[in-house]
């Protein structure tokens, strides 16, 4: 499915909770719902060489690169964060780096995120985005590398 199409998808879900939220509360505890997708912290190793470290809130991000395209895994001491990164995960793994690097991320925005994000939040999450991003521009790289 097209990068797009993922991102349309996501904004579909959350259109009707947008459009019916009376309070924050309500928005968070669906988007917390979201969490429960990522996989148990047994199924995912936290190591030092994965962690984000963020104004609040650890992260831990991997990736493996597979037949040209990158594969993300990830997880989080904060249930709002994993509910985000499990968003991000679904729009961006499975994708080739080029994909990432040069995606127009808008489902953000269609979701109403900013209006509910705290500005520390929204930097944390454009932190992650940005080491997404260099992930997949360093595998660019090395396939290119590979190539020649």
Request: hydrophobic share 35%.
């Given at each position: 499915m097209h990068?797009?199409?993922v991102q349309d998808k996501i904004i579909e879900e959350f259109e009707f909770m947008v459009d019916q939220v009376k309070s924050q509360y309500r928005y968070f505890r669906h988007l917390v719902n979201v969490a429960a997708l990522l996989p148990t912290q047994a199924a995912f190793?936290?190591?030092?060489?994965?962690?984000?470290?963020?104004?609040?809130?650890?992260?831990w991000l991997d990736a493996e690169f597979i037949d040209g395209k990158v594969y993300f895994t990830a997880d989080s001491d904060s249930?709002?964060?994993?509910?985000?990164?499990?968003?991000?995960?679904r729009v961006f793994s499975?994708?080739?780096?080029?994909?990432?690097?040069?995606?127009?991320?808008?489902?953000t925005d269609e979701i109403n995120l900013d209006r509910f994000l705290?500005?520390?939040?929204?930097?944390e999450l454009s932190s992650v985005l940005q080491r997404m991003?260099?992930?997949?521009?360093?595998?660019k790289v090395k396939s290119l590398k590979a190539a020649s």
């Open positions: 990068l797009d199409k190793k936290r190591t030092n060489e994965k962690l984000i470290q963020l104004t609040r809130t650890k992260v249930h709002i964060m994993k509910s985000l990164l499990q968003l991000y995960l499975g994708r080739t780096p080029h994909e990432i690097v040069n995606s127009n991320l808008y489902f705290s500005a520390d939040r929204r930097t991003r260099s992930v997949a521009a360093g595998f």
